[in-house]
T-cell receptor, first 110, second 114 residues
């Protein structure tokens, strides 16, 4: 059974700073997803990572995947207020059903 | 127009009532999913369906049932609602053939059971 753990669960950071969210998973997951959720809103797909060593970047966000370590990271560069949201990682089972982490609630302070 | 539409968006009901949440999609995807979101727990899978004739239980299916009426429609029922089923419910879809494509989520249904 796939289990996914994220840390930290809560993150406050100042604008302009860098930080990394970590996502560990327990068994083989052939793909790793990152989603963003704004309060009261739906989930927005950010990245899909398909293979070991995969790195994807969009704006100030960069995601990577290390399948040997069963670890994915979401790196935030020079944070801005608009990045405040909850970020979820999710692993994928054999039927492509998702197992989510608990989420990281990010607050970017001025 | 939203690609994945959930109705109702909000529902307040009483313990013991039968509730149906509906999901329809215009994306033409084969796979549909129902998730539940509770604070601090992320999303958990209730049921998923690969096509009209293929329904599968997820992690937390007890107390729930589903119906895939058509490729585009997937409904979730609570036969006799109880307060601990109060949560935010999401429907999602994905493409059978598009490897590496993410699941697409509806806007959610906020359900409160008194």
């Amino acid at each position: 059974e796939l289990k996914v753990e994220q840390n930290p669960l809560f993150l406050s950071m100042q604008e302009g700073k860098n930080y990394t969210i970590y996502c560990n998973y327990s068994t083989t997951s052939d793909r790793l997803y990152w989603y963003r959720q704004d309060p009261g809103k739906s989930l927005e797909s950010l990245f899909v990572l398909l293979s070991n060593g995969a790195v994807k970047q969009e704006g100030r966000l960069m995601a990577s995947l290390d399948t040997k370590a069963r670890l994915s990271t979401l790196h935030i560069t020079a944070a801005v207020h608009d990045l405040s949201a909850t970020y979820f990682c999710a692993g994928s089972g054999s039927a492509r059903q998702l197992t989510f982490g608990s989420g990281t609630q990010l607050t970017v302070l001025p | 127009d939203a690609d994945v539409t959930q109705t109702p968006r909000n529902r307040i009901t009483k313990t013991g009532k039968r509730i149906m949440l509906e999901c329809s999609q215009t994306k033409g995807h084969d796979r549909m999913y129902w998730y539940r979101q509770d604070p601090g727990l992320g999303l958990r899978l209730i049921y998923y369906s690969f096509d009209v004739k293929d329904i599968n239980k997820g992690e937390i299916s007890d107390g729930y049932s589903v119906s895939r009426q058509a490729q585009a429609k997937f409904s979730l029922s609570l036969e006799s609602a109880i307060p601990n089923q109060t949560a935010l419910y999401f429907c999602a879809t994905s493409d059978l053939t598009g490897d590496g494509q993410p699941q697409h989520f509806g806007d959610g249904t906020r359900l409160s059971i008194l």
